[in-house]
C-alpha cells in the first residue's frame, strides 16, 4: 500500500514548533555547550550535560506511549540522550507489519562550535534572536533542531493516528570534534539495534543548497586534522641578534606546508588523499548545477575581485570529492599590535584537511604524518598529531524510500525532491554504514543559505525545519508499510 503524504502533518510541525518547541530550543542556544574538542574543561563546566538535560525534559513530556528517554553517559565522555519508541500497534519492525525489520535510527547532535569570529549587530552566539522566519544563535540549526524534529515527527504521526515502525532517536555530544566519543555509545546501542542492526537511519545534521524542495545528502567528504608544531629555540630572542642566524619557524612551517598543497593552485599533492569520483556523483554534480545555475557552488561571501577556479560543475565536485586543505589555527603568533622584534621560538597550525568521501582516511593521516615530519628542513624540531575520520557514499535508495521522499519534497515543499554531496563530514554515518552495510539512509538537513554553520550569524531557517520535521514524519510512516 502506498501512503500518500498528510497535509495535516505539515499544521502539526508548524504548531510544534511555534507553540511547543521554540522556547526550549532559545533556552538551548543561551548554553554555551561547546564541543569537548574547543572545551579542555568541559565535564567540569557542565554545559554539555546541561543542554542534554533540558533536551531531555522536553523529550520526556512528549505523548509517545512506551517511550523509554534518558541521558547515557559513560565515564570521561561526553553525554548521548536516546530515546526508544516502541512501534505503533500492529506494527513489529520498521518494515512491513510483523516483519523483524530493525528499527528506525534517527540522528543529530547537540555539541557547537565557538562563536569564532565577530556577530553582527544585534546579534550574539548564545542570545536567540527571532527575525521573521529566522532563529539566530549557535547551534540553532546544527544541530540544535534535530531532536525537535526526529521526536516530533514521531509525535505528529501519533496525532494523526499513523503507524510507525520501532524508532531510537539518539543525540550525541562531540560531533564537531569528529565524534570521538560516538563508537562507545554504538557499541552499548548494538543490542538494541539487533543482529542486522537499523533499517533505516535518518540523520538531521546535513544541508540543503536551497530552502525551496527537500534535500537529500549523497556524499560527505572524510576530514583529517593535524596540529604541526615548528620549534627552534628554547625561547624568543631579540630579532637583530638571530635573525639571518636562527632560522624562522614559520618559513619552516610554510615550507612543510608545501610538502602536501602547491601553494600555487591549492591542489593537495599526497596521491593517500585523493580518489576517483564515481559516475553517478559527476551526473549527479551536472544535474544539481542544471538545477540550480553557477550558483550551485559559488554561494559564498567572496571579496570583490576574487577569482574561483573551474566550471561550475568542476567546483561542485571540488568541494564534494576532491580534497582540500584550510589553515584553522596558529600558536605561538602573536596579534598585529603585540608584535614586537622578537625571533619567536616556535610556531604550531591546525589544518583541516577534507577528503574525498571514499579516501581511507586512517591512510591519508599517516601519509601526511611522515611527509611532514621527515627530513625536517635546517633540523629543527617538527611534532605532528594527526586524526582521521572517514568518509560516506551513501548507497542506492530502495525505491520505496526513494518514492517517499519524492512525495514529501512535492507535498511539503512544492517542488521535486534534490540531491547533492556535502563538503563536510558526518563520521556516524561512516561508522554506521561500515557495521551495517544493508542499512538505507536518508540524510538531510537545514543548513542552507545564510545559515552559517561553524561561523558568525548561524541561523535556522524554521519552514524549512518545519517541512524537515512533516517529511521525516512520512518516511517513517512509509517505513512502516514498506515492501
Not at 195 to 209: A, E, Q, T
Amino acid at each position: 500500500m502506498t501512503l500518500a503524504p498528510r497535509t495535516d502533518l505539515l499544521e502539526l510541525a508548524d504548531h510544534l514548533f511555534e507553540h511547543d518547541a521554540l522556547a526550549v530550543l532559545e533556552g538551548y542556544v543561551r548554553i554555551p555547550c561547546l564541543s569537548p574538542g574547543f572545551d579542555a574543561d568541559w565535564e567540569t563546566n557542565g554545559h554539555l550535560r546541561a543542554a542534554a538535560e533540558l533536551l531531555l525534559g522536553w523529550v520526556q513530556s512528549q505523548p509517545l506511549p512506551g517511550m523509554q528517554a534518558e541521558i547515557v553517559q559513560m565515564p570521561g565522555l561526553s553525554p548521548v540522550i536516546v530515546a526508544d519508541v516502541p512501534a505503533s500497534a500492529g506494527i513489529a519492525g520498521a518494515g512491513p507489519a510483523g516483519s523483524k525489520a530493525g528499527p528506525v535510527l534517527l540522528y543529530g547532535h547537540l555539541d557547537k562550535q565557538p562563536p569564532l569570529g565577530a556577530w553582527r549587530d544585534g546579534l550574539d552566539p548564545f542570545v536567540p534572536v527571532r527575525e521573521g522566519d529566522a532563529l539566530y544563535g549557535r547551534g540553532t540549526a546544527d544541530d540544535g533542531y534535530s531532536v525537535f524534529a526526529a521526536v516530533g515527527a514521531l509525535r505528529s504521526l501519533q496525532a494523526s493516528g499513523l503507524a510507525h515502525g520501532r524508532c531510537i532517536v539518539v543525540i550525541e555530544a562531540s560531533e564537531e570534534s569528529g565524534s570521538p566519543h560516538l563508537p562507545a555509545y554504538l557499541e552499548m546501542l548494538a543490542a538494541r539495534l539487533g543482529p542486522d542492526g537499523p533499517s533505516l537511519v535518518v540523520c538531521l545534521d546535513s544541508g540543503c543548497p536551497t530552502y525551496d524542495r527537500l534535500w537529500t545528502t549523497t556524499s560527505l567528504r572524510g576530514l583529517l586534522l593535524a596540529e604541526i608544531r615548528v620549534e627552534v629555540l628554547t625561547e624568543g630572542v631579540h630579532s637583530g641578534s638571530a635573525g639571518g642566524v636562527v632560522p624562522s619557524s614559520f618559513r619552516i612551517l610554510r615550507q612543510l606546508l608545501s610538502r602536501i598543497e602547491d601553494e600555487e593552485t591549492g591542489a593537495v599533492t599526497l596521491d593517500e588523499c585523493h580518489a576517483t569520483v564515481p559516475e553517478v556523483r559527476r551526473r549527479e554534480a551536472a544535474q544539481l548545477v542544471a538545477t540550480l545555475g553557477a550558483g550551485a557552488a559559488a554561494d559564498f561571501p567572496i571579496v570583490p575581485g576574487l577569482r574561483l577556479g573551474g566550471d561550475p560543475v568542476e567546483r561542485v565536485l571540488a568541494r564534494t570529492w576532491a580534497p582540500s586543505l584550510a589553515f584553522v589555527g596558529v600558536d605561538g603568533v602573536p596579534s598585529v599590535r603585540d608584535g614586537g622584534n622578537v625571533l619567536r621560538p616556535f610556531t604550531a597550525a591546525k589544518i583541516s584537511m577534507r577528503l574525498p568521501p571514499s579516501a581511507d582516511a586512517e591512510a591519508a593521516a599517516a601519509r601526511v604524518a611522515a611527509v611532514l615530519t621527515d627530513d625536517p628542513p635546517d633540523g629543527a624540531r617538527v611534532t605532528v598529531v594527526t586524526e582521521g575520520s572517514q568518509g560516506f557514499d551513501a548507497p542506492v535508495m530502495a525505491p520505496w524510500l526513494a518514492e517517499a521522499v519524492e512525495q514529501a519534497s512535492e507535498a511539503y515543499f512544492g517542488q521535486p525532491a534534490g540531491s547533492a554531496g556535502e563538503g563536510g563530514t558526518i563520521p556516524f554515518l561512516s561508522a554506521l554504514q561500515e557495521k551495517y552495510p544493508a542499512a538505507q539512509f536518508l540524510v538531510t538537513g537545514v543548513l542552507g543559505p545564510e545559515s552559517n554553520a561553524h561561523g558568525p550569524n548561524e541561523m535556522l531557517h524554521l519552514p524549512t525545519a518545519k517541512r524537515v520535521t512533516a517529511s521525516v514524519a512520512h518516511v517513517l510512516s512509509r517505513a512502516s508499510s514498506a515492501s
